[in-house]
């Protein structure tokens, strides 16, 4: 079937893919847009998977201050390549991140990086609260696991919805970007500063 020209360039308008992907994409969506989008956003995670043994050692360090000065972040982003690195999609990626670190305080990048006796803890504390309603052992568990999905959104970077577009997660924005500029792209560490606070170390 053919496809719309006006679809297609909506469609790269929305995702940032190429024109050939936004074409490929509502072909297999038979033209709708929304399921269009969705095929390229899994296209990109797919892509980024691939692209995670590469090696990411370019990239830029961006700081973005909030609030009148009462909260600053400092985020480290890697790219595989210089000139993807000086690219402005690239910059306005990682300070797009960095505005989201100001707004959501995550402490983590992903779930992997969460200690493993913090995820213990939670668990027992919501699996105790379950207890004290009543519940069952076998349905506290399981209201725990609900319960600690939605600690990881709330603490992990990756996990957490995307500001900018509260219908995707940062790790779908992620992988739009290593997707349109073809490189593994990694949230190497970042730093949240807000103005009065006490560091516990």
């Not at 609260?129 to 999905?149: D, P, T, V, Y």
Request: some cysteine; charged content about 30%.
């Amino acid at each position: 079937m053919g496809v719309d020209i006006s679809l297609i360039k909506q469609l790269r308008e929305t995702t940032g893919a190429g024109i050939i992907d936004c074409k490929e994409a509502l072909k297999e969506a038979s033209g709708n847009l929304d399921l269009a989008i969705e095929i390229l956003r899994k296209k990109g995670l797919s892509a980024l998977k691939k692209r995670e043994g590469r090696v990411a050692k370019e990239g830029i360090i961006d700081a973005y201050i909030h609030s009148g000065g009462k909260i600053g972040v400092l985020i480290e982003v890697n790219c595989e390549t210089d000139f993807v690195a000086r690219s402005s999609e690239f910059k306005e990626f990682a300070h797009n991140l960095a505005m989201q670190i100001a707004a959501s305080n995550p402490l983590y990048i992903t779930r992997d990086d969460v200690p493993p006796e913090i995820i213990k803890k939670e668990k027992e504390i919501y699996i105790e609260e379950a207890l004290r309603m009543g519940k069952s052992q076998e349905i506290a568990e399981k209201i725990a696991s609900g319960k600690i999905e939605k600690f990881f959104e709330s603490v992990c970077l990756l996990d957490q919805v995307y500001i900018k577009d509260l219908d995707i997660k940062v790790k779908d924005y992620l992988g739009e970007m290593a997707a349109k500029l073809g490189e593994n792209i990694v949230i190497r560490r970042f730093v949240r500063y807000f103005l009065g606070e006490v560091s516990e170390l």
